[in-house]
């Protein structure tokens, strides 16, 4: 099993641009959420995903979007970009219902310009 | 709202002495703690859950509700504990509803 997959793992944009950031859970995870880690910060909660529904939502503005397809994969959607927004992004899957270790991806970088 | 402090941002100890991580927490609710360790070049993975109070590496964490705390200690310090460390609550709400709150974590360093 290769564990949580996340694509790309780095990735360059200008302001204003729009990225989609995507990652494969665990073979049989059914939950996914997604983490915001600024340097030198511990990761921040974006949103949670369970059986293709939007489950948990942090404090982040409306430019940040996700969905969950029916085969579990999650895409996170950032529009407009600032230069705040460059971090590196992490997906986590878990089991689901009361499975709450989640498992981690290598994340993705991105860096906004 | 829930939050994790961690307050130390690096602690640096001698390879045999012995290591206290400290985590406090705030949370109204019943939480669940874990400790999560990112070695160098490698993907953040799970160290303990409070429930599940094993020892793993030689690491043990308690959960003391009086003093809202969870540090993490081990009696000896190898130098390949040299790591990040992150002390996290997950809130569970139910119907698969749930989110990890992080500290801003304490970097380690064991001095050979």
């Known amino acids: 099993d290769a564990g949580v997959t996340q694509s790309p793992t780095h990735l360059i944009k200008t302001r204003g641009q729009h990225v989609t950031l995507r990652c494969s859970p665990i073979?049989?995870?059914?939950?996914v959420s997604w983490y915001q880690q600024v340097l030198g910060q511990g990761p921040q909660f974006i949103f949670q995903y369970y059986e293709k529904e939007e489950r948990g939502r942090g404090n982040f503005p409306d430019r940040f979007s996700a969905r969950q397809f029916p085969n579990y994969s999650s895409e996170l959607n950032v529009n407009a970009l600032l230069l705040g927004d460059s971090a590196l992004y992490l997906c986590a899957s878990s089991g689901g219902q009361g499975k709450t270790e989640a498992f981690f991806g290598q994340g993705t970088r991105l860096t906004v310009v | 709202a829930q939050r994790v402090t961690q307050p130390e941002k690096l602690l640096s100890v001698f390879k045999g002495a012995p290591v206290e991580l400290k985590c406090n927490y705030s949370?109204?609710?019943?939480?669940?703690l874990f400790w999560y360790v990112q070695y160098s070049r490698q993907r953040l993975q799970l160290l303990l859950r409070h429930i599940s109070r094993e020892s793993i590496k030689g690491f043990t964490a308690d959960l003391n509700k009086g003093e809202t705390s969870f540090h993490l200690k081990k009696p000896f310090a190898q130098e390949e504990d040299s790591a990040m460390y992150y002390c996290a609550l997950s809130l569970y709400s139910g119907a698969g509803s749930y989110q990890l709150t992080f500290g801003k974590g304490t970097k380690l360093s064991v001095i050979p």
């Open positions: 073979s049989g995870h059914k939950s």
């Open positions: 949370y109204s609710g019943s939480p669940e």
